[in-house]
């Protein structure tokens, strides 16, 4: 899930983890900062700016074969309700 950049996607994951609804920061460093390309010297801060944001807004929220109707309306509504309360 990619959240515009209004958002802070710290404080939704936060939100919607206090709220007992697991989520999590998909990448805290962008793929191309991370020690194996360390040593790319083309890959410097700011060289890849859509994979910067994209490191600063990717979250995941549960999602799995067998949810129920239930257990995805309540993913969506902590989700909304969290984007509403951090915005």
Do not use: N, W
């Amino acid at each position: 899930l990619r959240l515009d950049e209004a958002y802070d996607r710290d404080a939704v994951v936060a939100k919607m983890l206090s709220s007992g609804v697991d989520a999590k920061a998909y990448f805290d460093i962008p793929v191309h900062q991370q020690p194996p390309y360390a040593d790319q010297r083309s890959l410097v801060p700011g060289a890849l700016v859509e994979t910067d944001a994209a490191a600063r807004q990717i979250m995941v929220v549960p999602m799995f074969a067998s949810m129920t109707e239930e257990q995805v309306d309540r993913v969506c509504a902590v989700l909304h309700d969290a984007m509403r309360e951090t915005a």
